[in-house]
């Protein structure tokens, strides 16, 4: 991979707070009860919230193959690599999942000894992304097994090739045919979205960013604001256009319309990565959204469950986001920060 890494990428940063703001505002649009199924509104946000998880993951490949090659792994040593790793998603998952547990909140399966043991120490997303006990936790589950392969798969793109990093995407995009454009909707009702998180369906996601982040490395050329904004307008347009209609949210999951929704955030990815960068005080708010986005994501169940059983509607649902950006933003400066903050170079 030619060239140093760049320490930060201004537009993804950005990207990765508008990305939080998709999956929360989805997911509690759905548990107020805000939009009618089938609704052009209902099908923004299910697309919105749903494949901004998906773009989550593409940003994971990214970051890995652009700032994680093998003699950098080599450099900081094998276990000091995967620690700075784990501390980025152990500790407010753990907390997360304390509180579900102190609480009761029943946000995962039952509680078993099994489970438990699973989720403290992050191997659950080997048995099942939904032994998670927080609700959308499966996400961390992949996560933690894309971070757990990723040394081996830069020390074989460092001795043999990086086009070894092609071959390993297409046989992971192959892996998803079974449940894409199977599996899933032939699921009894109650198990579809069980099929739909397992690893095999999830990871070729993160293969994908992996390739865009290669590519990052080997060309030095950017796009400037104009072609940018051009470039981001299409995707938008592809991928919220209200059409095919759905009523069903995993109906926009499966079969070949998933791999069309895909290729739409992953070029919004790969524009945000490639973008020369915008230093502007609208874009701070966005910045600072992407630095929250893993509180975001773990806290908006939590509040949601505090403001429902008072707060319904439209409001619920603006207290519920608030709530959940407080708690991020207090998770970042006073967990996240410290904790990661021996980790920088």
Same mark, same amino acid.
């Given at each position: 991979?030619?060239?140093p ?5 201004a ?6 707070g ?5 999956v ?12 009618p ?9 299910a ?5 901004s998880?998906?773009a989550?993951?593409?940003?994971t490949g990214?970051?890995?193959?652009r700032?994680a090659?093998?003699p ?6 094998l ?17 997360a ?13 039952e ?8 989720n403290?120490t992050?191997t659950?997303?080997l ?13 961390v589950g992949?996560?933690?097994l894309?971070?757990?392969a ?11 090739g ?29 198990n ?5 998180v397992m690893p095999?369906n999830q990871?070729?996601?993160?293969g ?5 982040g290669?590519l990052?490395?080997r060309?030095?050329r ?7 904004l051009a @470039?981001?307008s299409? $995707?938008?347009?592809? =991928?919220? %256009? ?9 109906a926009? /999951? *499966?079969?070949p319309l ?6 739409c955030?992953?070029?919004l990815?790969?524009l945000?990565?490639?973008h020369?960068g915008?230093?502007?005080k ?5 910045t600072l959204?992407g630095g929250?986005s893993? @509180?975001?994501?773990? $806290?908006?169940?939590f =509040?949601? %469950?505090?403001v429902?059983p ?6 619920? /649902? *603006? ?6 950006i407080l708690?991020?933003a ?6 996240e920060r ?7 170079n």
């Amino acid at each position: 991979m030619n060239g140093p890494a760049p320490q930060r990428f201004a537009t993804l940063d950005a990207l990765r707070g508008v990305l939080a703001l998709g999956v929360a505002v989805y997911h509690l649009s759905v548990w107020f009860g805000l939009t009618p199924a089938g609704s052009l509104s209902n099908m923004a946000l299910a697309k919105a919230g749903n494949y901004s998880v998906s773009a989550f993951f593409v940003l994971t490949g990214f970051l890995l193959a652009r700032t994680a090659a093998w003699p950098s792994i080599a450099r900081q040593g094998l276990w000091t690599w995967t620690r700075k790793r784990m501390l980025r998603l152990a500790p407010l998952f753990w907390i997360a999942v304390l509180i579900d547990l102190l609480l009761g909140l029943g946000m995962g399966p039952e509680p078993k000894l099994r489970f438990i043991a699973e989720n403290f120490t992050l191997t659950f997303g080997l048995f099942h992304p939904n032994h998670a006990l927080v609700t959308g936790g499966w996400y961390v589950g992949v996560a933690v097994l894309a971070y757990a392969a990723w040394p081996a798969i830069a020390w074989v793109m460092e001795r043999v090739g990086a086009w070894t990093l092609g071959l390993l995407t297409v046989a992971l995009v192959r892996w998803t045919f079974a449940p894409t454009l199977h599996e899933v909707m032939a699921a009894e009702s109650w198990n579809r979205f069980h099929v739909y998180v397992m690893p095999g369906n999830q990871l070729f996601l993160v293969g994908l960013g992996a390739l865009v982040g290669w590519l990052h490395g080997r060309f030095d050329r950017r796009l400037g604001h104009a072609p940018f904004l051009a @470039g981001v307008s299409v $995707a938008m347009w592809a =991928l919220f %256009r209200p059409f095919p209609w759905f009523g069903d949210h995993l109906a926009a /999951l *499966t079969g070949p319309l998933r791999y069309y929704y895909v290729g739409c955030v992953t070029a919004l990815v790969a524009l945000c990565a490639f973008h020369k960068g915008l230093e502007s005080k609208w874009l701070k708010p966005l910045t600072l959204l992407g630095g929250w986005s893993y @509180g975001i994501y773990l $806290a908006h169940p939590f =509040l949601q %469950r505090m403001v429902a059983p008072h707060v319904t509607g439209w409001t619920g /649902l *603006t207290l519920a986001l608030a709530g959940s950006i407080l708690v991020a933003a207090a998770a970042e400066r006073w967990i996240e920060r410290p904790l990661n903050a021996p980790s920088k170079n």
